[in-house]
């Protein structure tokens, strides 16, 4: 496996593990880190937006882990797609969970530099938040 697709590998299973998102960020995240998506809600940028999203994720499901499909690298950039899987027990989004088991499938794609992120594109299904419990 090639260096940026170790750290991808690293990236996912420290969200999965950590308590301290903080530290996960400041790690893996460039200070001048850039996010292309626009996430409702969250009125926040870069760096600060990881924290704010990875922080709603780890409450929202304690139990979170990153399920990795594929990882695809070209450059100094890499593909991942897979899913968010836990059971969603805090908030999140302005939902809150019901005890049931989510999985949320996403497609990431990361620029490196220099052994941290730098930019990421994304897109994540979150629909299985709003999917009754059975």
């Known amino acids: ?8 590998t ?10 301290d998102v903080d530290a996960m960020v400041d ?11 626009t996430i409702p ?4 940028e870069g760096r600060e937006l990881a924290r704010v999203m990875f922080g709603m ?14 990882m695809v690298e070209e450059g100094n950039k890499v593909a991942a797609f ?12 302005g939902m809150a969970g019901q005890g049931q088991e989510v999985r949320m499938p996403f497609a990431d794609v990361l620029e490196w530099r220099d052994g941290q992120l730098v930019a990421h594109w994304g897109v994540s299904d979150m629909s299985a938040l709003f999917a009754p419990t059975s």
């Open 10 to 19: 690293n990236v996912y299973a420290e969200m999965s593990t950590t308590d």
């Open 57 to 70: 994720m780890k409450s929202g499901m304690p139990d979170i882990r990153v399920e990795v499909d594929m």
């Open 1 to 8: 496996m090639s260096e940026l697709k170790d750290l991808m």
């Open 27 to 37: 790690k893996y995240f460039a200070v001048d880190f850039v996010e292309h998506d």
């Open 41 to 44: 809600g969250i009125d926040a």
């Open 82 to 93: 897979g899913a968010f899987v836990g059971t969603f027990t805090g908030e999140m989004m």
